[in-house]
């Protein structure tokens, strides 16, 4: 029985040739009867050449089982195939001096291959094609693509808008926006460095990275002038420092500044031009803060605008103002590193220009019809209407027809036939109307047209009407010696004749009674009556259509004094 042969340890080399791709398929040769013991050299460079990878199954011929290659062709009938274990052995001696022979002339990288003899038959195997049956193509495996390399990581953009939020005798609080550029590698963090001005030493604030915009630095002596800066990292490295705009000193505040901006001031203020500008702005801060004036971001014309400032205000004045003085002016007070602002909208206005153009769009029966567009100069105040005036060209005066008119177009009327006319448009806006104002250049002509006019006929109207009492008399009670009147109302058409009667006897021109009629209200006086004046009284109504009376009983009484009252 022969003995066991020592299992063979992988080198490194023959791992890797385990792991390497299968080679490329070589060209099929012509079948050749020889045992592949008498193969001629030019095959047997051909597994030198890849020593790597027939090297792997000839390493563990011994102490491992070997599997022939999914695309190695089927071994010939006088060839034993490799077995596992101990068996392999066998076989693997009866063929040594064959697998020898084209291993002494192979190169010395194939020396393992060489001494584990038993392997070398299924190396040939995989080069060369079988006795018995044809080759197959082989399946070629591509090598893994080499993963993209990332892009180097490349710092961000400076922060922006470092400024200080607070100081006080010990700490300074700055905060800052994110920058705007950060990349794909990410935003680590910000590092706060300062250092005293007039020097460049640069002192860390905090010990790691802080992740927010803001930071607090603490610890620091008052009286110092501090220059701050603030830089972001990430994994590309620092970048650009972001610095405050002035040295900071470090102080107590006691007040910090602030504009107390009055109610009347915070929206537009308008005026009109030659007007004098006054206004008075209070401001709190102590120290005693810093006052500045812009005007649309400029500084302004001391020639045109006065400032003076005090503890407490500032005072901006203008003797006349005119248009040119409108616009946004912005005050600011800065104690230190804390500053306020307020913006103050001046608006200065005045009359406006005339339209642009106006015509005569059309003239028919009575009617005119006017365009124009609106002025030029709306005097820095928009239009609030227009004024349209007419005028006849024989007196040459002129009346409004349209006052504060919102329109473009308007239409005249009730022009009068035969006269002509022209027309002229004024703009007006907050300050009043125009003093200018633009006239048609045609005139509309009312032309007189053949209108015989005819009154229409109505059919007259009898109004006459007999007499008819339409309040009648009433009987009454009288008392000796005193007044009495009797009342009735009457109607008719034409005006009835009145007549009053006692006891059916006409009462003629006795100065007793007194006869009224007025607006056909009829009255007979009766001036202190005596026992005798009662009875029966009549009044009368007649005229051509006829007559009416009504009558009334009068009872006159006796005041009847006892013996014991006189």
């Known amino acids: 029985m022969p003995s066991k042969p ?7 080399a023959k791992k890797a040739a385990e ?24 095959e047997a460079a051909a597994p030198a050449e890849e020593a790597p990878a027939a090297a792997a199954p000839a390493a ?20 034993t195939p490799v077995q596992e274990g101990l068996d392999s052995t066998a076989p693997a001696e009866a063929d040594a001096p064959a697998a020898d022979a084209p291993a002494a002339d192979a190169p010395t990288a194939d020396a393992p291959a060489a001494e584990d003899g038993a392997a070398a038959p299924a190396a040939d195997t995989a080069d060369a094609p079988a006795d ?5 193509p082989a399946v070629v495996e591509e090598p893994p693509k080499a993963p993209t390399p990332p892009p180097p ?12 939020e607070d100081v006080n005798e010990s700490s300074l609080t700055i905060k800052w926006k994110t920058p705007e550029t950060i990349g794909n590698s990410g935003l680590d963090g910000f590092t706060i460095e300062y250092c005293k001005d007039g020097t460049t030493d640069w002192v860390v604030a905090q010990e790691e990275l802080t992740p927010v915009n803001r930071y607090c630095i603490k610890n620091l002596t008052a009286g110092d002038l501090l220059n701050v800066r603030v830089v972001a990292v990430n994994p590309g490295g620092r970048s650009e420092p972001a610095t405050l705009a002035a040295p900071v000193p470090i102080r107590e505040v006691v007040d910090r500044p602030k504009i107390k901006m009055p109610r009347n001031l915070r929206v537009r203020v308008v005026r009109q031009v030659g007007e004098q500008i006054n206004l008075v702005i209070p401001f709190l801060g102590k120290p005693k803060p810093v006052v500045s004036w812009l005007k649309d971001g400029q500084p302004l014309d001391t020639k045109r605008v006065n400032i003076r400032n005090s503890d407490k205000d500032s005072i901006m004045f203008i003797r006349t103002s005119e248009r040119e003085d409108s616009g946004v002016y912005e005050m600011s007070v800065k104690v230190d590193s804390f500053e306020d602002k307020a913006p103050l909208t001046l608006q200065i206005v005045e009359l406006p220009g005339p339209p642009t153009s106006v015509k005569l769009a059309d003239t028919w029966g009575f009617n005119a ?23 006849d060209r ?20 009730d022009l009068i036939m035969g006269n002509t006319y022209s027309f002229r448009v004024f703009a007006e806006n907050k300050v009043g109307t125009g003093e200018s104002c633009a006239v048609t250049k045609a005139v509309a002509t009312i032309q007189k047209t053949g209108i015989n006019y005819k009154p229409p006929e109505y059919p007259e109207h009898d109004f ?32 009835p004749k009145i007549e009053w009667l006692k006891n059916q006897m006409v009462i003629g021109d006795d100065p007793k009674f007194r006869k009224l009629s007025n607006q056909g209200i009829c009255s007979l006086e009766i001036r202190k009556p005596c026992s005798f004046d009662g009875g029966i009284y009549t009044c009368r109504a007649k005229n051509a259509q006829g007559e009416a009376t009504v009558s009334c009983k009068l009872e006159v009484k006796q005041i009847i004094i006892s013996e014991k009252g006189k």
Do not use: M
């Not at 020592?6 to 490194?12: D, E, G, L, Q, W």
């Not at 018995?132 to 197959?136: D, I, K, L, R």
């Not at 990581?153 to 200080?164: E, G, I, K, Q, Y």
């Open 132 to 136: 018995a049956a044809p080759a197959e």
């Open 394 to 413: 024989k007196t040459g005066e002129w009346f409004t027809v349209l006052d504060h008119y919102h329109r473009l177009t308007a239409t005249v009327s």
């Open 60 to 79: 563990e011929g011994a102490g491992a089982p070997v599997a022939p290659a999914e695309d190695t062709p089927a071994a010939p009938a006088d060839e």
């Open 6 to 12: 020592a299992p063979i340890k992988k080198s490194p």
């Open 153 to 164: 990581a490349v710092p961000t953009s400076a922060p922006l808008d470092v400024s200080v």
């Open 369 to 391: 019809a006017l365009e124009w567009t609106p002025p030029k100069d709306s005097g820095n105040t928009e239009i609030t209407g227009y004024t349209v005036q007419k005028a």
């Open 464 to 495: 006459s009407e007999a007499p008819k009492f339409t309040t009648s008399l009433s009987d009454r009670a009288a008392t000796v010696g005193y007044t009495t009147k009797l009342l009735c109302s009457v109607r008719g058409s034409p005006k």
């Open 19 to 42: 792991k390497a791709p299968e080679p490329a398929p070589q060209p099929e040769p012509a079948p050749v009867e020889a045992p592949p013991a008498e193969a001629p050299p030019a």
